[in-house]
C-alpha cells in the first residue's frame, strides 16, 4: 500500500495509489505498518522530516473498507450483484459467480451453508464487511449474503477484500487451494 506525505509533512494512506508526490510502499497488513511506524521508516524513505498521526492505522483500514464498498456500489448499480441468501445460491448453481461476500456478523450456520455451496463450485468467499455495511453499500437496511456476477468490478471488489482481510487478519477471499 502507498503512503504519502502532505504539504505540511503528514503521512497519509494512499488507498488509490494516485495522490501526487513521492510515495513509500508498505505491504498492506497491520504489523508491516506498525513496524513502519515504529522504526521510522517514512522518514528515512522519503528523506525528509514527517509527522505519523495517530491514528494512521485505524484511518488506513477506514479508508481500505469505504474504498472496498464503493466498489460493491458500482458493481450493484453494474447489476453484478445479487443480494440474499437464495439469489445468491442461484448465481452460485449457475457457474455465473465469481465471488460471494457473506456478512462478518452473520450466524455461523447461514454462512457455512453458503460457503460450502460456493467453495464447492470455485467460488471465492469474503467475510470481512459487516451485514450493515454491505447493506448500506447496496441500498439495503442488511444484507447476509451477497454473490458476485463476474466482471472486472467483481475482480476488483475481491482483490479489494482481500487487502481489507490481509490489514485486519480476518479471513478474506478463500478457495480451495486454500482449504
Known amino acids: 500500500m502507498r503512503f504519502v506525505a502532505d504539504p505540511s509533512g503528514s503521512i497519509v494512506p494512499d488507498v488509490r495509489a494516485r495522490l501526487p508526490g513521492r510515495g513509500v510502499w508498505v505491504s498492506a497488513d497491520h504489523a508491516s505498518l506498525r513496524r513502519a511506524i515504529d522504526k521510522k521508516l517514512f ?5 525528509r522530516t514527517v509527522s505519523v498521526p495517530d491514528g494512521l492505522l485505524a484511518e488506513t483500514e477506514r479508508l481500505l473498507r469505504r474504498h472496498a464498498l464503493e466498489i460493491l456500489g458500482l458493481a450493484n448499480k453494474a447489476g453484478l450483484v445479487q443480494a440474499g441468501f437464495v439469489k445468491a445460491q442461484a448465481l452460485i448453481d449457475s457457474g455465473r459467480a465469481q465471488g460471494v461476500l457473506e456478512a462478518s456478523d452473520a450466524a455461523r450456520h447461514g454462512r457455512e451453508k453458503i460457503g460450502r455451496r460456493a467453495r464447492a463450485a470455485g467460488v ?4 470481512v464487511f459487516t451485514a450493515s455495511e454491505l447493506g448500506l453499500a447496496l441500498g439495503r437496511e442488511n444484507v447476509v449474503h451477497a454473490a458476485l456476477s463476474v466482471g472486472k468490478l467483481s475482480e476488483l471488489l475481491l482483490e479489494e477484500a482481500g487487502r481489507v482481510s490481509a490489514f485486519r487478519d480476518v479471513q478474506g477471499p478463500v478457495s480451495d487451494d486454500d482449504d
Do not use: G, I, N, W
Open 124 to 127: 471465492p468467499v469474503a467475510q
Open 43 to 47: 522518514a528515512k524513505s522519503l528523506k
